[in-house]
């Protein structure tokens, strides 16, 4: 099928020809009782810096960076960001020099995030605390100095979860489902990590253009369901309205359960549904993002939630994440 477009048609930068795989977890469903069939998507193999789906978001803000005649990218995040980590590696494809503000605490030795980052070419501006403020300062610092010296930076949002970024991830979702009906297979049900809320938005979207029964739950990551529903309902509503399609009632499904000691902080659930997944299908989840979606899943597996149902794991990636250093 054609890809649906956004009015405006924006402007893309490739970084990836190729769909990612969706596999079947055959014995993760056994291992569950066989009350669900689960597949994944495989966000995680997406070819470029360890793969993850925000290369899906860069595709459109590089796309958007260039059509402004920009010459570097500016963004923000913590220092195990995979959003960082790739876009990083979008700015080295696309020949843009890449700045990343990273807020703090740093680690005791720089992890794999930064590592990557800087072999990929990034200029790292690593703060000494984890304030947001603080944070959106400095990326004014930076983008300020940048301009000071006739450079054109182009400034990308925490996430890359604005609109443009989440209409990568409507085109991540009617892939899915093109790839679900050439399997003959009907999916249920959609279970994904929730951070910035971009990429549930954008499945979101997609599910309603293609599949408008099936379900989409984030597993909420890093904000509460009260801060982070609205944002997802709002971005979901916008990119909805500007491609004419309705969304279904009750489009944003969230699950608190996973949160733990919040963002970053490693939970006993996850380490289990990780050793459950890695024992069962040899697929390796972090422990800030994949794994507690996992656990999410899990649990409503167990739970009953899904019985009888496909349910689609969107493995969005953060691999490298089982490698750094982070407070338990
Ligand atoms: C591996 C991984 N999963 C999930 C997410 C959450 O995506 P979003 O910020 O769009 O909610 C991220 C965000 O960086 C991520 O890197």
Redesign the pocket.
Same mark, same amino acid.
């Given at each position: 099928m054609t890809a649906p477009m956004l009015p405006a048609d924006p402007p893309r930068f490739r970084l990836f020809d190729e769909p990612s795989p969706l596999h079947p977890w055959p014995r993760l469903s056994d291992a569950l009782g066989g009350r669900a069939e689960i597949w994944a998507k495989r966000e995680d193999l997406l070819p470029l810096a360890f793969g $993850?789906?925000?290369l899906r978001n860069l595709e459109f803000l590089v796309g958007a960076a260039i059509a402004e005649g920009a010459d570097s990218l500016v963004t923000s995040g913590r220092r195990w &960001?995979?959003?960082c980590r790739l876009t990083a590696a979008a700015g080295a494809r696309a020949g843009l020099a890449v700045h990343l503000v990273l807020s703090g605490p740093p680690a005791p030795r720089p992890g794999p995030g930064i590592r990557t980052a800087e072999l990929m070419g990034a200029t790292i501006h690593q703060l000494p605390t984890d304030d947001r403020s603080a944070r959106d300062d400095a990326v004014e610092r930076v983008v300020a100095d940048l301009l000071a010296t006739d450079r054109r930076p182009y400034r990308i949002g925490v $996430?890359g &979860?604005g609109v443009l970024g989440a209409y990568g991830q409507v085109l991540g979702a009617t892939e899915m489902f093109d790839q679900a009906v050439e399997r003959g297979l009907h999916v249920d049900a959609i279970v994904l990590? &929730? /951070?910035? *809320? *971009?990429?549930?938005a954008g499945l979101i979207v997609g599910a309603a253009l293609r599949s408008p029964q099936s379900t989409v739950s984030g597993v909420l990551v890093a904000r509460p369901a009260d801060e982070l529903g609205p944002v997802i309902l709002d971005l979901a509503g916008t990119l909805a309205a500007r491609m004419g399609v309705a969304l279904p009632p009750e489009a944003v499904r969230l699950d608190a359960s996973q949160l733990g000691g919040g963002y970053g902080r490693p939970t006993a659930a996850g380490g289990e549904a990780a050793g459950l997944l890695a024992r069962t299908e040899g697929v390796l989840v972090?422990p800030i993002?994949?794994a507690k979606a996992c656990a999410g899943l899990v649990g409503a597996v167990r739970a009953g939630r899904h019985d009888g149902q496909t349910v689609v794991f969107w493995h /969005? $990636? *953060?691999t490298p994440g089982l490698f750094e250093t982070l407070e338990p």
């Open positions: $993850g789906n925000k &960001s995979n959003h $996430g &979860s990590p &929730s /951070a910035t *809320g *971009g990429t549930q972090d993002y994949t /969005a $990636g *953060g």
